[in-house]
């Protein structure tokens, strides 16, 4: 699964005090922040797109 393996693997990668934002499907904004809270990352934000659908994820780690 592509968004278990981002929220699993991605932290190392970031600068510190870095953030994640993923898109995502049409209803998948909820799923893939909990994917993301259950892999020790922060969500900071979910943001809409013009239709109003949650479309962006924007995560922290843990440990940032």
Known sequence: DFYRALAVNSAVS???GG?????VGDKQA???GQ???DCSWRIDQILDDLAGIP???IATPAVS
């Open 35 to 37: 994917l993301f809270t």
């Open 14 to 16: 970031l600068c510190p």
């Open 30 to 32: 909820t799923a893939v």
């Open 55 to 57: 479309r962006i994820v």
């Open 19 to 23: 953030r994640l934002l993923s898109e």
